[in-house]
């Protein structure tokens, strides 16, 4: 099995991508043993003295004013632990639990938050034994942190709450870390606030945000060049000194792919000819590389915004490097909420563009000599009519989720947090946005191969020959007369989402952008 070893410098979305969906081992690192250690040490000192010290030996946000004695701060940390574990709604997905932990985790590790280094041992221990407390979808306003589903995650490495086990079965903490021979942690001065302090949920579901977004851009891509020849289109447009005069990287490289899929197609061309005459495509086909592409800098500029976020050591307050301990604001949302929302924004005109070149393949006035939704006997048959409208309905709540969560604040903690992100709202509803990303893109490819295999006498490019192909193979059926047709959305969905289309387009194309 892989092992992901933390140390103080943060860590890679690979790691995170290896430790929430693929259940790589942690390992904390010498180097980060030693900085727990050292930053221990300081807490400890300051801990012993008179003057009150935030998260130290004081109450927390609205309630800091008050200096707690030493017999009282294991209660206190425990305290906000308990009352802080205050979710509500649906459990949160195992993978998104364990991305949470593991960041977490991450900043514990670089020695900046006064945690023990027995502490840090136990996540890491309780992430090795398959042990993913219970979060619930409600409590973070992304900021001070996603304060609930990381205290339900704290709660459970002191053995109290319900966490689900290796085997899938939610069972009370304490049981759970009992059998995998885990003790229970004791809490102390700052280690309850260290572990609840930051924007880990967030992070971890932009990390996995962007590893799916990358596979999807790849697949639309794909999708709008299988439209394009289904339509009797021009690749002209696609050309690369046509895109090197407006130098946007993703358009580039959009543009780029749709080429490499379109290369050696008998079925592009023929706008001259009767049968299809036109000047130019639809802007849905035309501007394919320009919306994707688009969307592709989008992620360019997310992912630079993660990578800062996996470097940092996001707490309040934070253990310098000269031993001050000093209060701070970067448990703060804001810069990864926005990109999220961005995210959202860009996925929802992907899935908008896609919906448009379905509904032209499907309406026989704009078609170019295509039957009537792509039916076998229109009249008789309805062909893919109800697929394009799910494939709306599916469009119509994404610009639903579009609308971003990060420009709404609702003061908290008695005006002390008056100003929040709001981050965790805008993944949670990315999360939605790339899932419903994945149907949009796999019903325009259910529709595109069905009109290319209607071209009776073209050809259409070796890799849409190849896409078509495994795409039968893997149970998504070709043409022919009406049948119970969810069965074949979903057979068409877990091929995008599998990446197959994308591997078997790359099986003639080579690696795609």
């Not at 030996?57 to 008050?66: D, K, P, Q």
Request: glycine share 10%; proline share 5%; with cysteine.
């Amino acid at each position: 099995m892989h092992t992901v070893v933390v140390g103080t410098s943060g860590t890679t979305a690979e790691d995170v991508i290896a430790v929430a969906r693929h259940n790589a081992r942690v390992e904390l690192s010498g180097e980060a043993l030693d900085a727990l250690a050292r930053a221990r040490g300081i807490v400890d000192a300051l801990a012993a003295k008179p003057e009150p010290v935030y998260g130290v030996s004081t109450g927390f946000g609205a309630l800091a004013s008050r200096h707690i004695s030493p017999e009282l701060r294991a209660q206190l940390q425990r305290n906000i632990v308990r009352s802080h574990a205050a979710g509500m709604g649906p459990r949160v997905e195992r993978e998104v639990v364990r991305a949470l932990m593991f960041l977490r985790l991450k900043t514990v590790a670089s020695g900046h938050t006064g945690v023990r280094p027995s502490v840090a041992q136990t996540m890491a221990d309780v992430l090795n034994a398959g042990i993913t407390p219970v979060v619930h979808e409600y409590g973070s306003l992304g900021c001070s942190g996603d304060l609930a589903p990381l205290s339900h995650c704290a709660l459970a490495l002191m053995g109290e709450g319900d966490a689900e086990g290796p085997d899938g079965t939610v069972r009370p903490a304490g049981e759970l870390l009992a059998e995998a021979g885990i003790e229970p942690v004791e809490l102390r001065e700052k280690e309850g606030l260290a572990l609840l302090n930051g924007t880990d949920g967030m992070l971890g579901m932009l990390v996995m945000a962007l590893a799916d977004l990358g596979k999807l851009y790849t697949s639309a891509d794909i999708t709008a060049a299988l439209t394009l020849e289904a339509l009797l289109g021009t690749e002209k447009v696609l050309q690369p000194e046509l895109h090197a005069i407006r130098p946007h990287p993703g358009q580039g490289a959009s543009a780029a792919n749709m080429a490499a899929v379109l290369k050696g197609s008998g079925l592009t061309g023929h706008f001259q000819e009767e049968s299809a005459p036109r000047v130019q495509d639809a802007y849905s086909v035309r501007c394919a590389p320009q919306v994707a592409g688009a969307g592709r800098d989008t992620m360019a500029h997310a992912a630079l915004v993660a990578s800062r976020e996996l470097a940092a050591a996001v707490d309040n307050p934070v253990v310098l490097p000269d031993g001050r301990v000093e209060s701070n604001g970067n448990f703060h949302g804001a810069p990864v909420a926005y990109v999220l929302d961005f995210l959202a924004i860009a996925a929802a005109d992907l899935g908008s563009i896609a919906e448009r070149r379905t509904d032209r393949l499907l309406d026989k006035n704009r078609s170019h000599g295509l039957p009537p939704f792509l039916a076998d006997d229109a009249g008789v048959d309805s062909g893919l009519m109800i697929a394009q409208y799910t494939q709306a309905a599916l469009v119509s709540e994404m610009k639903r989720l579009a609308v971003p969560a990060s420009a709404d604040s609702i003061p908290s903690s008695a005006m002390q947090e008056d100003h929040v992100s709001m981050g965790w709202s805008a993944a949670r509803k990315l999360r939605t946005a790339v899932d419903n990303l994945t149907r949009i893109i796999a019903i325009e490819m259910y529709a595109a191969t069905r009109a290319i295999e209607l071209r009776h006498g073209l050809t259409a490019a070796p890799a849409s020959r190849a896409a078509i192909e495994a795409a039968r193979a893997a149970g998504v059926q070709g043409p022919g007369p009406d049948r119970f047709l969810a069965p074949d959305l979903a057979a068409a969905d877990a091929f995008v989402r599998s990446g197959a289309l994308v591997d078997a387009v790359e099986s003639v194309t080579g690696p795609l952008a």
